[in-house]
C-alpha cells in the first residue's frame, strides 16, 4: 500500500506555455502533500506543503503565482507551471503523508519537466 | 531549527565491502529521520526510518542505521555493498508536530560500487 503516482512523467513544451503536473495517492487519503523540485545532481528543494481544501504553504523564495498548487480532493493535489522558461526545467517530485504519527511521506516518481 | 549535513558527497567502496553514509543532524524538537535512496531518474524509495522507537533500525536490502542522540547521527551502514546498491542517498529529519515543522533533506551522498 500507500503508493504515490505523477502524470506525467516526462513533459516537453515551449517557453511561455503553462503545464500541470497530477500527483495523486493511489490507495490511501492524503491530507498533506509535499512538492519537491530537483536540479541534476542536487538534493531535493521543498517548494510547498500542499493542504486538501485549503491554500498551498509556500516555502521562501517560491514563487505562489508562478507555481500554483491546488489540492482539490484527499487524493488529488496539482502543480501548474505557468509561463514556464527554461530555468524552469527540472525533475518535480511530490510526496504525501498517509498517517500523520510517523511523520513518513511516500514518494511519486517524477515528473521531468523541460522548457525549450 | 532544524538541519541535516550528509558529510560525504561521494562514497566509493568495493563490492562485497561494507558501506558507510554518514548523517548528522540537528533539531529543537524530537525528530523522525529517514534514509531515501534514488536511482537515476527515479523517485525515491524508503529504506529505514527512525521514530523514536529501537534506536537501531533495519531496513530493507541489508542496510541499517543507528540514531546516537549523543553525537547527533543517523549513520547508514550495510555489511557487504552490491553492485545494484550505486544510487543517491538522502538523509531526511522531519518533525511535523511542532510549530516550526520541517522536512529538510540532505545534500545527499552518491554511493559508487567498484566490481
Known amino acids: 500500500g500507500a503508493v504515490v503516482s505523477q502524470h506525467p512523467s516526462w513533459v516537453i513544451c515551449k517557453s511561455g506555455t503553462s503545464v500541470k503536473i497530477e500527483c495523486r495517492s493511489l490507495?490511501?487519503?492524503?491530507?498533506?502533500m509535499f512538492w519537491y523540485r530537483q536540479f541534476p545532481k542536487q538534493s531535493l528543494m521543498l517548494m510547498a506543503t500542499s493542504n486538501e481544501g485549503s491554500k498551498a504553504t509556500y516555502e521562501q523564495g517560491v514563487e505562489k503565482d508562478k507555481f500554483l498548487i491546488n489540492h482539490a480532493s484527499l487524493t488529488l493535489s496539482t502543480l501548474t507551471v505557468t509561463s514556464a522558461h527554461p530555468e524552469d526545467s527540472s525533475f518535480y517530485i511530490c510526496?504525501?503523508?498517509?498517517?500523520?504519527?510517523?511523520?513518513?511521506?511516500?514518494f511519486g516518481p517524477g515528473t521531468r519537466l523541460t522548457v525549450l | 531549527a532544524q538541519s541535516v549535513t550528509q558529510l560525504d558527497s561521494h562514497v566509493s567502496v568495493s563490492e562485497g565491502t561494507p558501506v558507510l553514509l554518514r548523517c548528522n543532524y540537528s533539531?529543537?524538537?524530537?525528530?523522525?529521520l529517514f534514509w531515501y535512496v534514488q536511482h537515476p531518474n527515479k523517485g525515491l524509495q524508503l529504506l529505514l526510518k527512525?521514530?523514536?522507537?529501537?534506536?537501531l533500525v533495519k531496513g530493507i536490502n541489508g542496510f541499517e542505521a543507528e540514531f546516537k542522540k549523543s553525537e547527533t547521527s543517523f549513520h547508514l551502514t550495510k555489511p557487504s555493498a552490491h553492485m545494484s546498491d550505486a544510487a543517491e542517498y538522502f538523509c531526511?529529519?522531519?518533525?511535523?508536530?511542532?510549530?516550526?515543522?520541517?522536512?529538510?533533506f540532505g545534500s545527499g551522498t552518491r554511493l559508487s560500487i567498484r566490481p
Open positions: 510526496s504525501a503523508i498517509r498517517d500523520r504519527d510517523y511523520n513518513e511521506q511516500f
Open positions: 527512525y521514530t523514536s522507537a529501537a534506536t
Open positions: 490507495d490511501f487519503q492524503a491530507t498533506t
Open positions: 533539531s529543537s524538537y524530537s525528530p523522525s
Open positions: 531526511v529529519v522531519s518533525s511535523l508536530y511542532s510549530s516550526a515543522s520541517k522536512i529538510i
